[in-house]
């Protein structure tokens, strides 16, 4: 666990030193948006463009380091800690990849993010998917619907066909690599399809709870 902290806290300090060793040589306009097709159709000014990215990772390791502390089933972290611990350096490590291939593409070397966001993304799904599978009741970490809340029964059943799911997803976020110009596609609409039917699974799951339990009630 003190190793992967140890590693969360490196992926910061090399994101910043990477930052400002390149930050001279970068030109004044740095990409901030790409379209659909891969082409970059929006731009920053380069202390905001090359800065925004060690600033939203700072703010997002912060922000996961307090969720646990006040989360009112703080308890429940400690089951799943390592896989949540393990999220955040993913996570670091994705923010890192995004701001290289920022500074890659304003020093000149248009490498398409429709070919790197696949894989970055697809493994971000996968490990996500693991996650999700050992994450314990909790009011900010996982499928978060008011039956799944509600019940543990629910919540874990949801979770196990979730975390499948998002496995699924990372799997064909990698199949946007065939057709790069809908890349966007095979990450979004996966996802989407796929939480639309975790809430539903999750409102069954919790009615047939219900029936069973007051069908017992009346025996």
């Not at 097709?37 to 905001?48: I, L, N, P, T, V």
């Not at 890192?96 to 490498?111: E, F, K, N, P």
């Not at 619907?145 to 975390?163: C, D, F, I």
């Amino acid at each position: 666990m003190k190793l992967i902290r140890y590693a969360i806290i490196a992926g910061l300090i090399i994101t910043f030193i990477i930052t400002v060793a390149v930050y001279p040589t970068v030109p004044d306009r740095v990409v901030s948006h790409w379209n659909a097709a891969g082409q970059a159709d929006g731009y920053m000014s380069k202390f905001w463009g090359l800065g925004l990215i060690p600033l939203i990772m700072t703010a997002c390791v912060a922000l996961f380091v307090v969720i646990p502390r006040i989360d009112p089933l703080k308890k429940n972290y400690e089951k799943f800690r390592n896989y949540y611990e393990g999220f955040i350096l993913l996570f670091v490590l994705f923010l890192l990849a995004i701001q290289i291939q920022i500074i890659v593409w304003s020093t000149g070397y248009h490498v398409s993010p429709n070919l790197t966001l696949p894989i970055l993304i697809g493994i971000l799904f996968i490990y996500i998917g693991f996650l999700t599978e050992h994450a314990e009741q909790n009011w900010f970490v996982g499928i978060r619907t008011p039956w799944t809340l509600s019940s543990k029964t629910v919540w874990k059943k949801t979770h196990e066909v979730g975390g499948k799911l998002f496995k699924i997803a990372g799997i064909i976020s990698f199949a946007g690599l065939l057709f790069r110009d809908f890349a966007i596609w095979f990450i979004l609409v996966p996802v989407l399809v796929f939480a639309v039917y975790t809430t539903v699974y999750s409102y069954i799951e919790f009615q047939k709870e219900a029936k069973s339990s007051k069908n017992r009630d009346q025996c």
